[in-house]
């Protein structure tokens, strides 16, 4: 699966469902979310996608901000979307998050797409923002914003280079902020 495949999973989703809410979204799919507190630590789990005897959850760690747990969301809601096909049905960054995780780069590539919109890239870096600040002004990782060029690039739109690389990892090392309920990506 690719680009052309993910971008048309999630517009399906949207249309179908008329949701943009990856909370809202999982609930009208009967994916059940359950929040629970898996630690700070950088290395500490973020969340899964986990589908045993047709039962969809997705665990998101409770202790992370909320912005950072709609990301994961999305990207969880990215295994549960694209990857079910596959005949795997339990999605975990520590067995997965390797650089040659193919399964992982989908789920980056799916939550990018679904939670960046081309038209407010386009915009937000119109306004004579950094690639880095523009991420700030979208609220999300840096990473997540290279995965989204990688996309509206391959749809044909001219943008810069990024000054980042981000690999299909990068969510395992993500700095957790502390305190906070906003992330300063």
Not at 104 to 121: G, T
């Amino acid at each position: 699966m690719f680009y052309d495949e993910i971008i048309k999973a999630v517009e399906k989703l949207k249309r179908k469902y008329q949701e943009h809410d990856p909370f809202k979204l999982c609930q009208a799919m009967g994916i059940k979310l359950i929040f629970s507190p898996l630690g700070t630590a950088n290395d500490a789990i973020k969340g899964f996608f986990l589908e045993s005897k047709r039962i969809m959850t997705i665990t998101i760690n409770s202790d992370l901000p909320q912005i950072m747990q709609k990301f994961i969301v999305c990207h969880e809601l990215g295994h549960a979307v694209i990857h079910r096909k596959c005949g795997i049905h339990a999605f975990h960054e520590i067995g997965l998050f390797d650089e040659s995780s193919i399964y992982e780069k989908e789920a980056n590539i799916f939550a990018a797409e679904f939670m960046l919109d081309d038209d407010e890239v386009l915009q937000t870096m119109n306004e004579d923002n950094t690639f880095f600040g523009s991420a700030a002004i979208l609220r999300v990782p840096i990473e997540l914003l290279d995965f989204k060029f990688r996309v509206m690039k391959w749809k044909g739109y001219k943008l810069i280079e990024p000054p980042i690389t981000a690999e299909s990892n990068f969510l395992r090392d993500l700095e957790i902020p502390y305190g906070a309920d906003e992330c300063d990506w």
